[in-house]
C-alpha cells in the first residue's frame, strides 16, 4: 500500500521568552517525529493537552511552519514549497477542527461555505454545477438538501461538524487531518460522528489523520496509533498491540487512567505521579523518565530511541524494550527510526 | 439519614421566545456519605439544577419552585445571609473550569484561608495554617510555597486541588461537583478521582457528582440520575443503570460510548446512534421529550408526558414502555 502522507524528523521549536529580562529559550513543541499514512487508512495521534499533536497537524498543513524536518503527501514534498505553491497540494489535503462553532464563516450560507473550496479549486464550470455537488456533499454527511440555504447558527454542533466535515470533503482530498473533530460534541452526538467517519472513509477510501485525547474514541475507529508525550511518538502500531499489549510505561498509564464505564470493573490502576515537565526546559535523557515508575539510570542520561518490536511495525522508545528488540531489529533499521 | 431532599425543584428562564424550562419538576433525596451523578448531555439541566439548589442564580432572571432541603431546613426561602453562611461551609462546591472560580489577584493560601475565616473564628495566622495542611491534604507538593502563588503559575490539575482544598477545608456534609475533571487530562484526571475518593472516606461527605462522562461515574457514584431535557428520565443504583438500563435514551447514552477493549472483542465498527438532537428547551412539549429521537416511540408517547415509574425498590423510569421491558 503507498503512503500518502509521510513525515520524516520534524521538528517544531517555538521563541519564548523566559524569565524577567527576556532570556530567550524554545519551547520543544515537536522534537524529531515520524511516521506515515497509508492510502485509506486511519492513523491517530493521542497524547495529552501539550504533547504536540496539534502542532503536527498544524505543521503538516503549513499553518504553522516546521523548524526542521520533511514532509510528503502522495510523494511531493510539502515542507519546502513555498506557500503560494500549498494551494495545490491543498487539493488532497483538507481538515476538519474542533469547534464546530468558529471553524464556519457565520454569514456565509452553508451552500456558500461549502462551494468555497469547488469555487477555489476550478471544481465546477457553472453555478448549477457547483450547486449538484455541493447537494451531492450533503448527502455524503446525512444532511437535509434544504440545508444550503441555511446560516450556521440554524444548526446544533453535530450538524455543524458534518457542514465542516462537507467542505473538507469538497475537493475530493486524499487525507483528512482530524483535529480534536469530536471532541466538543456531546456524547449522543459524538458516535453519529465517528459513525460518519468511518462510513466515509469505507466509501472513499479517504485516509484519516486522527488527532485526540479521547483514546476509547480511537480505539473505536483508528487502525494504528502513535502515542505522544511532550514533543516525541513514545509508541507506534497497529490497535490491537496498542491497546492490548502496550509497550511503553506511558502508554499504560495513559490506558489505565480512563475511567471504565462499568461499576463492576476490576480496576488495576497506574495513577501517574506529579504532572507533565514544561517544553521548554524537558527532562534530559527521557522524557518521562519524571514520571515514569521503572526509570532506572540510564534513563536520565540517554534518550532512547524508536525501536521496531515486530514485524508489523510496532515500535517502541524505552529503554526497558532496548535489549529485547535489538536482537531482531539488527540490520534491519527503516528509514522511519533513523535520526537525521 | 436524608441529607438534601429536592422536590418537584423546577427553574424557569422567562425569555423573548418563550419560558426556558431548565429544570422540570425535579425530585430526589441524596442521604449522609452517599455519592450520587447526574448525568446528563448539555442542556439537559444538570447544572442549573445545583445552582438552583446552592440558589445561585440571578434570581431576577428566573423563577424557581419546588421544594429544598437540607437536613429539614428550607433552602428556597432562606436569605442571602443565610445562604452565605450554608454555601462552603455545610456545603462545598468544585466547578469545572479553576481559572475563573479562583480570583487570579490573591494568592491560593489567603484564597482557602478566606473561606475558613468565613465560617469559623480563627485568626490569620491559624487560618494560614489551615489552608498549609489542606494544600498537603489534596497532594499538593511543597504546599508552604505553593501557597504563596497565584492560580496563574499552577498548572489545571492544581488548580483543581485547590478548589477541592478550598471546597472542603470547613468539612461540609455536601459537596456538590460540577465536571470537577472535564477540563483535566485523563492521566491528572485519574489522579483528581483518586483524590475525591480518599477524601470522600475521611470526611465522610455526600457528594452530588455532575458529569457527562459514564466512566466518571461508573468509578464514583452510589447511585445515578439520568435527565434529558430538564427532567429525570431515570434513577438506580450505579450497578442497576448499568447493568439494567430500562430508559432507552439511558440505553442509547451507554451504547454510544465506545468501551476500551472494542478491538479485542473484535467487534464491528459503528457505534449506537441516536439520532436527531437534543430538543429546543423554549419548544413546551406536550408528551415525552424523548420521543422525537426514541426508535420505540408510539403514539402515546407525543401525546402525554410519562410519569416516574418505580420498577424495582431502587429503579425509577420515566417511560410510558418501563413496565412492559421489564417484562420482556
Known amino acids: 500500500m503507498s503512503s500518502v502522507l509521510e513525515v520524516f524528523n520534524l521538528r517544531k521549536y517555538y521563541p519564548v521568552r523566559a524569565g524577567l529580562f527576556g532570556r530567550s529559550a524554545e519551547v520543544h513543541a515537536v522534537d524529531d517525529v515520524s511516521f506515515h499514512v497509508d492510502a485509506g487508512e486511519t492513523l491517530s495521534i493521542v497524547g495529552e493537552s501539550g504533547c504536540g499533536k496539534s502542532t503536527v497537524g498544524r505543521t503538516i498543513l503549513r499553518l504553522v511552519e516546521p523548524t526542521a524536518g520533511e514532509i510528503y503527501l502522495d510523494g511531493w514534498r510539502v515542507d519546502t514549497v513555498p506557500i503560494q505553491g500549498m494551494r495545490r497540494l491543498r487539493k488532497k489535503l483538507q481538515v476538519v477542527y474542533q469547534d464546530p462553532f468558529s471553524s464556519l464563516n457565520p454569514r456565509l450560507s452553508v451552500r456558500d461555505i461549502i462551494a468555497e473550496p469547488l469555487e477555489n479549486f476550478g471544481m465546477g464550470q457553472s453555478r448549477s454545477e457547483i450547486d449538484d455537488q455541493v447537494a451531492d456533499l450533503l448527502d455524503k454527511v446525512r444532511l437535509p438538501r434544504d440545508a444550503m440555504k441555511r446560516l450556521p447558527h440554524e444548526f446544533s454542533g453535530g450538524q455543524r461538524q458534518r457542514i465542516g466535515i462537507a467542505r473538507a470533503l469538497a475537493p475530493k482530498p486524499d487525507i483528512i487531518i482530524c483535529d480534536e473533530a469530536v471532541s466538543a460534541l456531546d456524547v449522543s452526538v459524538k458516535a453519529q460522528i465517528v459513525n460518519l467517519f468511518t462510513d466515509l472513509q469505507q466509501e472513499l477510501g479517504l485516509a484519516l489523520l486522527f488527532i485526540s485525547h479521547d483514546l476509547a474514541i480511537v480505539e473505536h475507529l483508528t487502525h494504528r496509533v502513535a502515542v505522544m508525550y511532550l514533543g516525541q511518538i513514545v509508541e507506534i502500531g497497529d490497535r490491537r498491540t496498542i491497546f492490548s499489549a502496550p509497550g511503553h510505561p506511558y502508554t499504560q498509564a495513559l490506558l489505565s487512567s480512563i475511567p471504565v464505564a462499568d461499576p463492576k470493573a476490576k480496576r488495576n490502576r497506574q495513577v501517574l505521579r506529579g504532572e507533565v515537565p514544561s517544553p521548554v526546559n524537558p527532562p534530559s535523557g527521557c522524557r518521562f523518565r519524571t514520571r515514569c515508575a521503572y526509570a532506572f539510570d540510564r534513563c536520565a542520561v540517554e534518550m532512547p530511541r524508536l525501536v521496531r518490536k515486530t514485524a508489523e511495525g510496532h515500535q517502541v522508545a524505552c529503554h526497558l524494550h532496548e535489549n529485547v528488540a535489538a536482537a531482531d531489529t539488527a540490520g534491519n533499521a527503516s528509514k522511519e527510526i533513523q535520526p537525521a | ?328
Request: include cysteine; charge should be neutral; glycine fraction near 8%.
Open chain 2, 1 to 328: 439519614m436524608v441529607l438534601l431532599n429536592v422536590e418537584h425543584l423546577s427553574t424557569v428562564f422567562p425569555t423573548s421566545r418563550g419560558d426556558l424550562r431548565a429544570v422540570n419538576d425535579l425530585s430526589f433525596r441524596v442521604s449522609k456519605g452517599e455519592t450520587v451523578a447526574i448525568v446528563g448531555e448539555s442542556g439537559s439541566g444538570k447544572s442549573v439544577s445545583a445552582m438552583s439548589i446552592m440558589r445561585l442564580l440571578d434570581e431576577s432572571r428566573c423563577r424557581l419552585s419546588g421544594k429544598v432541603e437540607l437536613k429539614g431546613r428550607d433552602l428556597l426561602s432562606a436569605d442571602e445571609a443565610a445562604m452565605r453562611a450554608i454555601r462552603g461551609n455545610q456545603v462545598g462546591l468544585i466547578f469545572q473550569e479553576p481559572m475563573t472560580a479562583l480570583n487570579p489577584v490573591v494568592t491560593v493560601g489567603r484564597q482557602i484561608a478566606e473561606a475558613a475565616r468565613l465560617h469559623e473564628t480563627m485568626t490569620r495566622r491559624q487560618a494560614a495554617e489551615k489552608a498549609i495542611e489542606m494544600l498537603t491534604l489534596v497532594g499538593i507538593p511543597d504546599p508552604r510555597r505553593r501557597a504563596n502563588e497565584y492560580p496563574h503559575q499552577l498548572s489545571g490539575g492544581m488548580r483543581q486541588r485547590v478548589m477541592i482544598a478550598m471546597a472542603l477545608i470547613c468539612r461540609p456534609e455536601l459537596l456538590i461537583a460540577d465536571e470537577p475533571t472535564t477540563a483535566l487530562d485523563v492521566t491528572v484526571q485519574a489522579q483528581i478521582l483518586d483524590l475525591m475518593r480518599s477524601l470522600r472516606e475521611q470526611f465522610g461527605s455526600a457528594i452530588i457528582l455532575i458529569t457527562h462522562d459514564l466512566g466518571v461515574v461508573a468509578e464514583m457514584a452510589d447511585r445515578v440520575i439520568i435527565m434529558y431535557a430538564g427532567r429525570k428520565v431515570e434513577e438506580g443504583t450505579a450497578e442497576e443503570i448499568f447493568a439494567h438500563p430500562r430508559h432507552p435514551y439511558t440505553k442509547g447514552l451507554l451504547g454510544a460510548v465506545p468501551r476500551l477493549g472494542s478491538s479485542l472483542e473484535g467487534r464491528s465498527g459503528r457505534l449506537v446512534e441516536i439520532e436527531g438532537t437534543v430538543p429546543d428547551p423554549r419548544v413546551a412539549t406536550v408528551g415525552c421529550a424523548f420521543a422525537p429521537r426514541c426508535r420505540g416511540a408510539a403514539d402515546i408517547c407525543r401525546l402525554s408526558q410519562p410519569g416516574l415509574i418505580r420498577t424495582r425498590s431502587d429503579h425509577e423510569v420515566a417511560c410510558h414502555f418501563a413496565t412492559e421491558l421489564v417484562v420482556a
